[in-house]
């Protein structure tokens, strides 16, 4: 499966008959915002619409789109998200509630005019109110600019709700490059954070038979090969540079697309990010950016998987791995840190994985122990913590938890239990499984104590 351009259309070809594509126009450019309207009237959407955006991406953005609209004959109006002063706009009552209120005079589509937050405002809204949208991003800081689904914020919690895909999705990437730099390195994080996914999938073929898409997983093999090529260029925000994270991100987007599921994107890197983000909010504490949460776990978990593809399998011991797993009191005593009581009781409701017994674990640790050979050629595509490091380096971005406003005690509670947030078979569980897992959390720990003397 491979992707080309066409007028500024991004197109994939190759796709197999069993996959499905949703019907976005994804354009990606440079200085194509000024053509907005033109793609919005092949596909006959209607001549009213209301911009969403904040005070930040309208003057980015939302202002020239305003502008363009008006000459070329639609009727734009604006509603300019409120400012919250020190605290971030979020999706949440407030945003969702002011969005709702200015949908009068009716419209025939909506713009989400920015990145995350109101893109996923404006399509949780787009889905409630039944109308279609259309995304104008003015970041490259994450890949849910073509997702279905919108993460919101209901009673001071994060929940997920149903909302539309984008018809149209426009990315001018001279609107990109005068994004905030930490939205940008939100994005590259994002996507690298692929690599722990690609590998804890390729882990579960070997271990357990799951399924591989080999579609899937070749579109995020180029993701990452683009994305690793051109660490200069994006260090330097060139159009180049922009366009191999944007890819990035629409690629992995597309897989979801094609793949029904977020297997290929996701893993154990992003649980660890969600954890996070629930805790701190919590406590009522800021939390960092979801790209960059997942690029701070990225390097934790690439060190780990150092230390795991060291492991002498032939030493381990069996029966004290099983004691420790099986012991639910004295288990749950320790990932009860992780999650807090109120969501690991939730969480012991549903996921397999918190109610493993005798049989199961028999089955896991043999099919590790037997494939263990095969594990570990596997894994030979995932970069080395060293050069991680060095990418980081260069954008002079923080790899340490702490750096990014995550307490070390949450770090030391989430790393080896967030496999744990969902049924998707990861190295973590398996370290959990081989009974190794404390001490190579405390080996990273020691290693990135060390590292943090001299960083910067």
Same mark, same amino acid.
């Not at 998200?81 to 971030?88: A, F, K, P, V």
């Not at 419209?107 to 949208?133: E, W």
């Given at each position: 499966?491979?992707?080309?351009?066409?007028?500024?259309?991004?197109?994939?070809?190759?796709?197999?008959?069993?996959?499905?594509?949703?019907?976005?126009?994804?354009?990606?450019?440079?200085?194509?915002?000024?053509?907005?309207?033109?793609?919005?009237?092949?596909?006959?959407?209607?001549?009213?619409?209301?911009?969403?955006?904040?005070?930040?991406?309208?003057?980015?953005?939302?202002?020239?789109?305003?502008?363009?609209?008006?000459?070329?004959?639609?009727?734009?109006?604006?509603?300019?998200?409120?400012?919250?002063?020190?605290?971030?706009?979020?999706?949440?009552?407030?945003?969702?509630?002011?969005?709702?209120?200015?949908?009068?005079?009716?419209?025939?589509?909506?713009?989400?005019?920015?990145?995350?937050?109101?893109?996923?405002?404006?399509?949780?809204?787009?889905?409630?109110?039944?109308?279609?949208?259309?995304?104008?991003?003015?970041?490259?800081?994450?890949?849910?600019?073509?997702?279905?689904?919108?993460?919101?914020?209901?009673?001071?919690?994060?929940?997920?709700?149903?909302?539309?895909?984008?018809? =149209?999705?426009? #990315? $001018?990437? @001279?609107?990109? *490059? +005068?994004?905030?730099?930490?939205?940008?390195?939100?994005?590259?994080?994002? /996507?690298?954070?692929?690599?722990?996914?690609?590998?804890?999938?390729?882990?579960?073929?070997?271990?357990?038979?799951?399924?591989?898409?080999?579609?899937?997983?070749?579109?995020?093999?180029?993701?990452?090969?683009?994305?690793?090529?051109?660490?200069?260029?994006?260090?330097?925000?060139?159009?180049?540079?922009?366009?191999?994270?944007?890819?990035?991100?629409?690629?992995?987007?597309?897989?979801?697309?094609?793949?029904?599921?977020?297997?290929?994107?996701?893993?154990?890197?992003?649980?660890?990010?969600?954890?996070?983000?629930?805790?701190?909010?919590?406590?009522?504490?800021?939390?960092?950016?979801?790209?960059?949460?997942?690029?701070?776990?990225?390097?934790?978990?690439?060190?780990?998987?150092?230390?795991?593809?060291?492991?002498? =399998?032939?030493? #381990? $011991?069996? @029966?004290?791995? *099983? +004691?420790?797993?099986?012991?639910?009191?004295?288990?749950?005593?320790?990932? /009860?840190?992780?999650?807090?009581?109120?969501?690991?009781?939730?969480?012991?409701?549903?996921?397999?994985?918190?109610?493993?017994?005798?049989?199961?674990?028999?089955?896991?640790?043999?099919?590790?122990?037997?494939?263990?050979?095969?594990?570990?050629?596997?894994?030979?595509?995932?970069?080395?913590?060293?050069?991680?490091?060095?990418?980081?380096?260069?954008?002079?971005?923080?790899?340490?938890?702490?750096?990014?406003?995550?307490?070390?005690?949450?770090?030391?509670?989430?790393?080896?239990?967030?496999?744990?947030?969902?049924?998707?078979?990861?190295?973590?569980?398996?370290?959990?499984?081989?009974?190794?897992?404390?001490?190579?959390?405390?080996?990273?720990?020691?290693?990135?104590?060390?590292?943090?003397?001299?960083?910067?």
């Amino acid at each position: 499966m491979n992707y080309y351009y066409e007028n500024e259309m991004f197109k994939l070809e190759g796709i197999s008959t069993e996959h499905t594509i949703s019907d976005i126009d994804i354009y990606i450019g440079k200085g194509i915002l000024k053509n907005t309207s033109s793609y919005i009237k092949k596909r006959n959407m209607g001549k009213r619409c209301l911009i969403v955006a904040d005070g930040n991406t309208y003057l980015a953005a939302g202002k020239a789109l305003a502008e363009n609209f008006a000459h070329d004959g639609f009727a734009a109006d604006v509603c300019l998200l409120r400012d919250r002063g020190e605290e971030r706009i979020e999706a949440d009552e407030l945003s969702v509630g002011q969005v709702m209120m200015s949908l009068e005079p009716e419209p025939d589509f909506l713009i989400a005019c920015g990145s995350g937050v109101i893109n996923d405002i404006t399509r949780f809204v787009s889905y409630t109110a039944k109308k279609p949208f259309v995304s104008v991003g003015t970041a490259a800081s994450m890949d849910g600019y073509t997702s279905v689904t919108a993460p919101m914020i209901f009673n001071g919690k994060k929940v997920h709700r149903h909302g539309n895909a984008p018809k =149209i999705l426009v #990315l $001018d990437t @001279e609107i990109l *490059k +005068n994004a905030p730099k930490e939205l940008t390195m939100a994005g590259f994080g994002d /996507v690298y954070g692929k690599f722990i996914a690609k590998a804890d999938w390729l882990l579960s073929n070997i271990t357990t038979g799951e399924e591989v898409d080999g579609q899937a997983l070749g579109l995020i093999t180029q993701a990452l090969e683009k994305l690793t090529r051109n660490v200069e260029e994006i260090c330097s925000a060139t159009d180049e540079g922009l366009k191999a994270i944007i890819e990035g991100l629409i690629l992995a987007g597309i897989t979801i697309f094609t793949t029904g599921q977020t297997r290929a994107v996701a893993s154990v890197e992003h649980n660890q990010g969600h954890i996070w983000e629930t805790r701190m909010l919590e406590a009522r504490k800021p939390y960092p950016l979801h790209g960059t949460a997942v690029g701070c776990s990225t390097g934790y978990y690439l060190r780990m998987y150092e230390y795991f593809k060291k492991i002498n =399998i032939k030493n #381990l $011991d069996k @029966e004290k791995a *099983k +004691n420790r797993i099986l012991n639910r009191d004295s288990f749950r005593n320790k990932v /009860v840190h992780c999650f807090g009581e109120e969501w690991l009781s939730v969480l012991e409701k549903s996921n397999k994985c918190l109610n493993l017994n005798e049989e199961d674990f028999e089955r896991h640790y043999n099919s590790i122990v037997n494939n263990w050979d095969k594990i570990v050629k596997a894994l030979d595509f995932l970069p080395t913590w060293d050069e991680y490091r060095e990418i980081y380096k260069k954008f002079r971005q923080p790899i340490h938890a702490e750096d990014i406003g995550i307490p070390n005690d949450l770090l030391k509670h989430t790393l080896p239990y967030s496999t744990f947030y969902r049924d998707r078979y990861d190295f973590v569980f398996v370290m959990n499984i081989l009974g190794i897992i404390e001490e190579i959390t405390d080996m990273t720990l020691k290693d990135y104590q060390k590292e943090k003397q001299k960083w910067f």
